[in-house]
């Protein structure tokens, strides 16, 4: 049984960028709770 390393590393990269938008995300709005309420 072989792995399609190039499938599996484009998902994992996929699965990244989709985590780092997510906490990017996420801090945007901590900060912009911060300016708010400082």
């Known amino acids: 049984m072989s792995i399609d390393f190039d499938?599996?590393?484009?998902?994992a990269f996929r699965k990244l960028k989709a985590d780092r938008k997510k906490a990017s995300l996420d801090l945007a709005i901590l900060?912009?709770?911060?300016?708010?309420?400082?």
């Not at 499938?7 to 998902?11: G, I, L, P, Q, S």
């Not at 900060?31 to 400082?38: F, G, L, T």
């Open 7 to 11: 499938k599996a590393r484009d998902e």
């Open 31 to 38: 900060i912009d709770r911060d300016i708010k309420d400082p």
